[in-house]
């Protein structure tokens, strides 16, 4: 390899050469001629270089003008279904069909409040027919929704979205823009009425179309994002603009005028390239994209000195070369100086490439950004959102690995791999990463989460060689990574992408700004997923309360629930709400109940409604709860038992609402009755008993004394008539007695298998005896009655007492009828009668054509010591008796009587099972 000294010797020798073949013209020409040569080659270059230039700026251009353009229409296809969704919820739907309920107001603002705060929206309302507000959330912007009510009918007409266009409030100078959606109940639907309400959705551009038109994914000092459309002779723009007019918001320029205006271009459907002057008057070149179901365009548009700037350096360098080359032929340079000059032109070179090749990798990053931008608008699934843009990082921006982790908060806060893609290999098991401030925790993705900030590393090979990690990166190819923090709402990092590059120090400032707006944007796009899940979820389980208190309003048992309004300053009631209750608890359907309140309190009977309005009274006094029981008279003319309670409260509007619950307590009162009628008896029962008892010994004395009398007597002594009308007198009063003790229930009871039909066969004399020639005794007797058990002694008493008493009932004549017969009894037909089963009974019914009874005698007819008989004809114990002993004997006893028309008794005995239905019937005349 020859020295400098040589290479020098060498040059000289050359030049001396040459030296007396350059004089003259030929000096000229070998000046001129390479001169001629360096500009035209500096020239085609330059063209060259301008045109591949402003072919890259346009695909710049073109890739964020068709990312914006998608971005923002399917950010307005989102907002869209927003409000299409909004308009089907139910919670709203119910506010429509009914606003003046205070309860479907407060549920319909507080699910407005949640989409409003959800979604960002700066106002939610909803307007009716007029335009004129119904609801507003925040209240305070109901001035926002009078640009709404020029759109009104027109949103009314139509079931698609209609887009409210910018405007200006003048109380703020804020532009806004929104959304309104037609509201038709399913009331309107099924009844084909329009719709009566319109859901609005009013937006601020500065919280997501600024941010988006603002930014610019790759540097640049001068480029720009407009967003304009026509109106008449006039370009409105809707953003603001660049800061030469400050603030400005929605400043307009004529259309006409100025043939170079770039906006005018734009709007007249020019394509391509666009070259012109913009608002500013300053040279741009941009591109144009119309924005679909919009009368608006978007522009991306960059200086033309800025992208002239680039040309203009390479050109500068290109000159430089061609200058040196002409010192070096017109001073005849030597070697030396000329291979001192080469390696300097090698240096600019090789500095080229370089920045040519950290452009290339920029705008592979940039390729990437926008793909993970499109990824981030369709998103819908994060896990899929996550692994998607893993793949996308080493697919398209050619790293080696990608990988997101989120920070556990464990004792340990390890950092969980959620999503990978690329030369995995099993590193993420190895490298078992932490975000706890330990030594393992510094690594760039701990490092990342708990500081909240980028980290980086250029060269791992650098890097302590002990740690395991960098070891087993190195093994697969890793040289460089980075981590980058994905923060919550709050700033606070939940995770981290991480990055491994298989270059080193392939790191530069921009393309690390880069990755960290993809990491805001993944941040962002796993944020809008979750609210998004979160908000299905709640509405989900919104419906699935209405659902569940309706169900269990709707399925009550013996009950009903309801929600009455009471309007201020006698406004009247009005039933809010009612269940399906209402049906079965007062006769009437629920629609009637909601149209008049009144109807359904109006079955209170009259001298009950003083104990409700009473218990109202005392209950608004102290705004607590009130419990009252009264008597309804329903449409069937049937009286039954209620207990209503209810709780009362102020709705905002000042109306008094009163939430409450209606139960059937029919059966309760009877058991009750049943009890304090046992109470009675029980008492009475035992005062019998002692009497009873000290009578009979009082009883025996007589009829001893009178017997011995009667013995000592002769026939026909006249004393002894006395005697025996004295012994008659103590045998009746025997018979009272054993009234007395059976009442009491202190005789003792024989039951045994008993037919009816062959027990009145036996007493058809005797009947016939007691019920004399003026009235007439039939007998209809069932030959398959089934037995029963019983006491025959208590039966035969039971069916005396019943004949004496019709017998009573008849002084002037008439007709007793006997009939037995096989019953079947439902729990229905027992209701009242707790301790009785359904089943089979024995039936034995006495039916009389005397005077009847009226309801007042029915309702004391079985108590004790009551008797319509004159004073000294009656005991007013054998109804009682019969009473006793038929629910001794685990039956029933049911009375049917008019005035006039005679009663029937009829006694109800459980048959058993093994006989029933094969009872013989006896012979038994129907003489009189």
């Given at each position: 390899m020859p020295t400098n000294e040589q290479t020098e010797a060498r040059g000289k020798s050359i030049l001396h050469r040459l030296a007396p073949r350059l004089e003259g013209w030929h000096v000229l020409l070998f000046i001129v001629l390479p001169a001629i040569t360096t500009v035209a080659a500096g020239w085609i270059y330059l063209k060259h270089r301008r045109t591949e230039a402003f072919r890259v700026t346009q695909e710049i251009l073109d890739s964020v003008a068709e990312s914006k353009v998608e971005h923002l229409a399917s950010w307005l296809k989102e907002r869209r279904r927003d409000a299409d969704l909004a308009s089907k919820?139910?919670?709203?739907?119910?506010?429509?069909?009914?606003?003046?309920?205070?309860?479907?107001?407060?549920?319909?603002?507080?699910?407005?409040?949640k989409l409003r705060a959800s979604y960002g929206y700066r106002t939610v309302a909803i307007l009716d027919a007029r335009g004129n507000p119904m609801l507003v959330a925040p209240s305070q912007n109901s001035h926002l929704c009078s640009k709404a009510a020029q759109q009104v009918p027109l949103v009314l007409r139509t079931r698609f979205v209609v887009p409210q266009d910018f405007h200006s409030d003048s109380a703020t100078n804020s532009i806004f823009f929104g959304f309104l959606r037609?509201?038709?109940?399913?009331?309107?639907?099924?009844?084909?009425?329009?719709?009566?309400?319109?859901?609005?959705?009013?937006?601020?551009?500065?919280?997501?179309?600024?941010?988006?038109?603002?930014?610019?994914?790759?540097?640049?000092?001068?480029?720009?994002?407009?967003?304009?459309?026509?109106?008449?002779?006039?370009?409105?723009?809707l953003n603001r603009a660049h800061p030469r007019r400050g603030a400005e918001r929605m400043f307009r320029l004529p259309a006409t005028g100025n043939s170079q205006l770039l906006e005018a271009k734009a709007l007249q459907?020019?394509?391509?390239?666009?070259?012109?002057?913009?608002?500013?008057?300053?040279?741009?070149?941009?591109?144009?994209?119309?924005?679909?179901?919009?009368?608006?365009?978007?522009?991306?548009?960059?200086?033309?000195?800025?992208?002239?700037?680039?040309?203009?350096?390479?050109?500068g360098l290109v000159a430089l070369m061609g200058g040196l080359t002409l010192t070096s032929f017109a001073l005849g340079a030597?070697?030396?100086?000329?291979?001192?000059?080469?390696?300097?032109?090698?240096?600019?070179?090789?500095?080229?490439?370089?920045?040519?090749?950290?452009?290339?990798?920029?705008?592979?990053?940039?390729?990437?950004?926008?793909?993970?931008?499109d990824l981030l608008v369709?998103?819908?699934?994060?896990?899929?959102l996550l692994h998607g843009i893993c793949r996308v990082i080493c697919r398209e921006a050619g790293y080696r690995m990608a990988w997101v982790g989120y920070a556990e908060q464990n004792e340990e806060k390890t950092v969980r791999p959620i999503a990978w893609a690329g030369d995995e290999q099993g590193y993420l098991k190895v490298a078992n990463a932490t975000w706890s401030d330990v030594e393992r925790g510094r690594r760039p993705a701990g490092s990342s989460i708990r500081t909240g900030t980028t980290t980086h590393i250029q060269n791992l090979e650098h890097e302590a060689r002990g740690a395991p990690w960098i070891e087993e990166a190195l093994k697969r190819g890793f040289r460089s990574s980075v981590a980058l923090p994905l923060k919550d709402e709050g700033g606070r990092a939940f995770g981290a992408l991480v990055i491994y590059a298989g270059e080193s120090n392939i790191w530069p400032p921009d393309e690390i700004l880069l990755l960290e707006e993809l990491a805001k944007d993944l941040s962002f796009g796993i944020r809008t997923i979750r609210a998004r899940a979160a908000?299905?979820?709640?509405?989900?389980?919104?419906?699935?309360?209405?659902?569940?208190?309706?169900?269990?309003?709707?399925?009550?048992?013996?009950?009903?629930?309801?929600?009455?309004?009471?309007?201020?300053a006698g406004g009247g009631l009005r039933f809010v709400y009612v269940s399906a209750g209402v049906e079965k608890m007062h006769e009437i359907d629920a629609g009637t109940a909601l149209k008049d309140a009144q109807r359904l309190f109006s079955q209170v009977l009259e001298e009950d409604q003083p104990k409700i309005a009473k218990a109202e009274t005392e209950a608004l006094a102290k705004m607590t709860p009130f419990r009252v029981e009264v008597r309804l008279r329903l449409p069937s003319g049937a009286v039954r038992w209620r207990l209503f309670a209810a709780a009362p409260r102020r709705t905002t509007e000042g109306h008094l609402l009163w939430d409450g619950i209606e139960l059937d307590i029919t059966r309760l009162k009877e058991i009750e009755a049943e009890l304090l009628q046992a109470q009675k008896m029980e008492v009475v029962g035992r005062l019998a008993s002692n009497v009873a008892h000290d009578f009979n010994n009082l009883l025996m004395i007589i009829k001893g004394f009178s017997d011995l009398g009667l013995n000592a007597l002769p026939p026909g002594h006249p004393v002894r008539k006395n005697l025996e009308e004295i012994l008659n007198a103590g045998r009746r009063a025997t018979i009272l007695t054993q009234r007395l003790l059976v009442f009491s229930r202190r005789m003792e009871i024989r039951p045994r298998t008993l037919n009816l039909n062959l027990l009145l066969g036996e007493m058809e004399a005797l009947m016939r005896q007691i019920l004399g020639q003026e009235l007439q005794l039939v007998f209809r007797l069932d030959p398959g009655l089934g037995s029963v058990n019983a006491d025959p002694g208590q039966i035969e008493q039971v069916i005396m007492n019943l004949a004496i008493n019709a017998r009573d009932a008849m002084p002037k004549g008439g007709t007793l009828t006997v009939t037995t017969f096989h019953a079947e009894l439902t729990e229905t037909d027992l209701v009242g009668f707790a301790e009785r089963k359904p089943g089979a009974y024995a039936a034995l019914s006495l039916q009389d054509t005397g005077s009847g009874m009226t309801e007042e005698v029915m309702a004391h007819l079985f108590k004790p010591f009551f008797t319509t008989k004159e004073p000294g004809k009656g005991t007013g114990l054998g109804l009682c008796s019969v009473f006793d002993i038929v629910q001794q004997s685990g039956g029933l006893i049911r009375v049917r009587s008019e005035p006039g028309e005679g009663s029937t008794f009829t006694v109800f005995l459980p048959c058993l099972e093994e006989t029933t239905g094969s009872s013989p019937s006896p012979k038994i005349s129907a003489r009189t």
């Open positions: 919820t139910p919670s709203i739907q119910a506010f429509v069909a009914n606003p003046a309920a205070p309860a479907l107001r407060a549920e319909a603002l507080k699910w407005l409040e037609r509201i038709r109940s399913e009331e309107d639907a099924r009844h084909d009425r329009p719709a009566q309400a319109v859901l609005l959705l009013h937006l601020d551009p500065d919280d997501f179309l600024e941010p988006l038109l603002m930014s610019w994914p790759t540097p640049s000092r001068t480029a720009e994002t407009l967003f304009i459309q026509r109106e008449g002779r006039q370009i409105v723009f459907g020019e394509t391509g390239l666009l070259a012109g002057v913009d608002y500013r008057d300053v040279p741009v070149l941009a591109t144009a994209r119309q924005i679909p179901k919009t009368p608006w365009t978007l522009i991306a548009k960059m200086d033309r000195k800025e992208v002239d700037a680039t040309v203009q350096r390479e050109f030597s070697l030396l100086r000329r291979q001192e000059r080469w390696s300097l032109v090698q240096r600019e070179l090789a500095t080229r490439r370089q920045a040519e090749e950290a452009i290339r990798r920029m705008n592979r990053t940039l390729r990437a950004l926008l793909v993970c931008n369709r998103a819908r699934d994060e896990s899929k908000h299905q979820q709640a509405e989900s389980m919104l419906v699935e309360n209405e659902k569940r208190l309706r169900h269990l309003g709707d399925n009550l048992p013996d009950g009903m629930i309801y929600q009455l309004e009471e309007k201020p």
